[in-house]
């Protein structure tokens, strides 16, 4: 396994990560799934913005 595929999984596995995070803070404060469909948005606009960049 190369150190870039490394990293990519690791990644991965913290936007997982925060994304549960989210949900569970989500339901402990009573919100609707707004702080999860924040989280979810942000890393969507994220990985489009790395994607449009030149490298």
């Known amino acids: ?3 870039s595929l490394r990293l990519s999984f ?3 596995l913290l936007v997982f990560g925060a994304i549960i995070l989210a949900n569970v803070i ?3 404060l009573g919100m609707g799934g707004a702080i999860t469909y924040a989280i979810v948005i ?6 489009g ?3 449009a960049q030149p490298q």
Request: charged share 20%.
């Open 1 to 3: 396994m190369t150190t």
């Open 10 to 12: 690791l990644r991965l």
């Open 49 to 51: 913005n790395e994607q």
């Open 42 to 47: 942000f890393y969507i606009a994220n990985e």
């Open 26 to 28: 989500d339901q402990i």
